[in-house]
Nanobody, 129 residues
Framework: QVQLVESGGGSVQAGGSLRLSCAAS????????MGWFRQGPGKLREGVAA???????SYASSVKGRFTISKDNAKNTLNLQMNSLELEDAAMYYC???????????????????????WGQGTQVDVSS
């Protein structure tokens, strides 16, 4: 049974940093397409960053240059380093995975939450001024 468990959320002032982690179990995360999505109050869920089994990454334009996604295959974990946080980054952040392993699919995966096969329960990120 696939399970994704996020950690690392919290409250931070604008300009600060947080590091989210997602522990994967029930499958080998290195072979999966994985990513982070977020959903703010009254907003649709949106892709933040994704990474495929070859290490190809994709980022939402709003976080490019500030967020970095990475995988630790030995620990079966997915990470999201978030720097220079802005008020607009406040949201529930979800770890996501898909077993499809096709070259270039990291971009459509990030663009469409409907393509996610597995979701974590989410971790809250709050940003204050």
């Amino acid at each position: 049974q696939v399970q994704l468990v996020e950690s690392g959320g919290g409250s931070v002032q604008a300009g600060g940093s947080l590091r989210l982690s997602c522990a994967a179990s029930g499958y080998t995360s290195s072979r999966y397409l994985m990513g982070w999505f977020r959903q703010g109050p009254g907003k649709l869920r949106e892709g933040v960053a994704a990474i495929d089994s070859d290490g190809t990454t994709s980022y939402a334009s709003s976080v490019k240059g500030r967020f970095t996604i990475s995988k630790d295959n030995a620990k079966n974990t997915l990470n999201l380093q978030m720097n220079s946080l802005e008020l607009e980054d406040a949201a529930m952040y979800y770890c996501a995975a898909n077993s499809r392993n096709v070259v270039g699919w990291v971009h459509p995966f990030l663009a469409d939450p409907a393509l996610v096969e597995y979701w974590g329960q989410g971790t809250q990120v709050d940003v204050s001024s």
